[in-house]
Structure formats: C-alpha cells, structure tokens
C-alpha cells in the first residue's frame, strides 16, 4: 500500500523567510502528486500538482514544487512567506487507481 | 457559485442517534468521496463513488453508509453514532476515476457526537 509521508508537522516562520516542506511517498510506480492547503476553518484548496513533464512545478500564490523520482519525493517551496500563507499543507499522492493517500500535514505559521 | 456543497456545515448530536450529511457538485465530475479528518487533522478516504456506483470502500464500519442518488450527489449516513465518529468530514468530486484527476473538495461537515 501507498503512504505519504510528512516529516514536518510544524513550521513557524517570521514573513520575508523561505519556506520548503519535505514530502515523500513510498509507492514505485507511475504516481500522480498534489499539494493542497487548508487555510484555518476552510475546504482544502489545489496549489499545484504534477502528472508529467518537467518535474517542477508551479501553482497559485508563489508556490512551487519539485519532484524527484530517484528520491521519492515532492517537496513544496516558496522563496519568500507572508503572513497570509499560514495553513495547513498536504502533500497527496494517488496512483493508476483513484485512491488519494494523504500525508499527515504540517502546520505553517507565518509571524508578521 | 459553489462547486462541491455539504449541508450542514456543523451538526452536534448524542451517542447513538443517526444522522446525515449531505453533497452536491455543480461541477458535472463523474467520481464523488467522503473523507474522515480527525483532531489532528489526518484526511483519510472513506468512500468513492464513480456514475453512483460504489468504487472504493476503505475499512469504515457499516454503521456508515453512503448513497448516491444520482451523480451529482453523495449522501452519507451514520447510524448508532459514536463519540469517535467526532471529526471533520469532507465531500470531494473529480472529473473521472482511475486517472490523475484533480479533486475538488466542499467546506466540510464538523460533526461532533457527544
């Protein structure tokens, strides 16, 4: 079975810093890759994902993400946070099936 | 316009009753899910439903069982409610199933059992 996982679960940094937080799944196949956001008492919202082609990506909000196939990861970057980022980031993989599998999370806050 | 709605948004309720939580996509997607967010905020799937044919049924007890009317909608229903049925609950929809398709996902259901 797939797994996500999330190795960061908290994060707090002052605006103006850079941000990356590290995902890595465990399936070997071809996978399809995803972050979402969770901003406080929200609905989870796409900020980028990854099918194929060049392995870095860009989403909304300044975001992007790398995927490296030879380190089972995708992690998600941002150069410079702002207040306004701070939420709750999944990292999602689904394979050939449907079936999405969630990492646990991590918690970002941004002091202004 | 919303795109994935769950009514209602908050239901509080007693060990034992039945409820349920209501899903409608506006989207034309063709695959619907129930997710389970515990307190600490770990999403897992518990169904997925592809032209209202069940297509994913992870380990949930039968206490839960969802129903789709027609593929615009995702009912669940909770029998005999239980103090750990107490989470967040989240509707999704896709475009289709076996694919990597984006999943849309509604505002959630706090459900708390006390």
């Known amino acids: 079975a797939q797994s996500v996982s999330q190795h960061n679960h908290h994060v707090i940094l002052s605006e103006a810093a850079s941000l990356e937080l590290g995902c890595n799944y465990s399936?070997?196949?071809?996978?399809?890759l995803f972050w979402y956001v969770q901003y406080p008492g929200q609905h989870l919202q796409l900020l980028l994902k990854?099918?194929?082609?060049?392995?870095l990506v860009k989403g909304i909000k300044g975001f992007e993400a790398e995927f490296i196939k030879s380190k089972f990861s995708f992690n998600l970057r941002k150069p410079s946070v702002q207040w306004s980022d701070t939420a709750e980031y999944f990292c999602?993989?689904?394979?050939?099936?449907?079936?999405?599998?969630f990492g646990g999370g991590t918690r970002l806050m941004v002091k202004p | 316009d919303t795109a994935v709605s769950q009514t209602p948004k908050y239901l509080v309720t007693q060990m034992g009753n039945d409820k349920s939580i209501k899903c409608e996509q506006n989207?034309?997607?063709?695959?619907m899910y129930w997710y389970k967010q515990d307190s600490k905020k770990f999403l897992k799937i518990m169904f997925s439903?592809?032209?209202?044919?069940?297509?994913i049924n992870e380990t949930v007890p039968n206490r839960f069982s969802p129903k789709s009317p027609d593929k615009a909608h995702l009912n669940l229903h909770i029998n005999s409610l239980e103090l750990g049925d107490s989470a967040v609950y989240f509707c999704?929809?896709?475009?289709?199933?076996?694919?990597?398709?984006?999943?849309?996902f509604g505002p959630g259901t706090r459900l708390t059992v006390t």
């Open positions: 999704a929809s896709s475009i289709g199933s076996g694919g990597p398709y984006e999943q849309y």
């Open positions: 399936y070997g196949g071809t996978v399809n």
């Open positions: 990854y099918f194929s082609g060049d392995p």
């Open positions: 999602a993989v689904n394979n050939a099936g449907n079936m999405l599998t």
């Open positions: 989207l034309g997607h063709d695959t």
């Open positions: 439903y592809n032209n209202k044919e069940l297509i």
